[in-house]
Every structure is written in structure tokens, then in C-alpha cells.
């Protein structure tokens, strides 16, 4: 971006508004720039490339869930439908009244 923060006659949000940056954004950078220096000129960065995509990551499966009232232990499978462990939650409370 030119130098927005010193360039005569020219608004900030306009020199921002030009090269696609938000004005707060610039607005900020000149007052966090250095007084005195002068903006370095963009500098290249190698770039390498490679032919085969990263390692998919992998997902854990989910744990069973471990439920335990009084003395009973119910152990409930990851696939369990909402449904059906209502009923055995529903059946074991009943179960020790």
C-alpha cells in the first residue's frame, strides 16, 4: 500500500478504499507504525509445492457411555437413539422405588 499515513492531499479511508483494506484497519497501522522509517518493499517468500495432499485427519470414535444409578451400570452404546435410552433410564428409576 502506499504510504497512506504521509501521502499529501490524499484521504486515508481513500488510499485504503483503493488497495482493498478495511480504513480502521490502516487507520491503526499508522499509528502503531514507526515515526521516521520508511516501509520496507514487499519481499518474496519461497513457496514449495507438493504433489500428494496432507494425511486426512482421523477422527476417534465415539466412547461408549458408562452410566451408573445406585448398583445398577448401564453401559450405552455411541448408536443409542435418544428414545430408547429414555426407556431405560425410565425403567431402572422405576426399578429402584
Do not use: F
Not at 478504499?17 to 487507520?27: E, H, P, S, T
Amino acid at each position: 500500500m502506499v504510504d497512506a499515513c504521509r501521502e499529501p492531499g490524499a484521504s486515508l479511508s481513500g488510499v485504503a478504499l483503493r488497495y482493498g483494506v478495511n480504513a480502521n484497519l490502516a487507520r491503526r497501522w499508522c499509528k502503531e507504525r514507526p515515526q521516521g522509517r520508511v516501509a520496507l518493499p514487499p519481499a518474496l517468500l519461497p513457496v514449495n509445492l507438493c504433489d500428494r495432499a496432507p494425511p486426512a485427519k482421523q477422527v476417534a470414535a465415539p466412547a461408549p457411555i458408562e452410566i451408573v444409578i445406585h448398583d445398577a451400570r448401564i453401559i450405552v452404546p455411541p448408536q443409542v437413539d435418544a428414545d430408547t435410552l429414555r426407556e431405560v433410564l425410565r425403567a431402572v428409576s422405576e426399578a429402584r422405588r
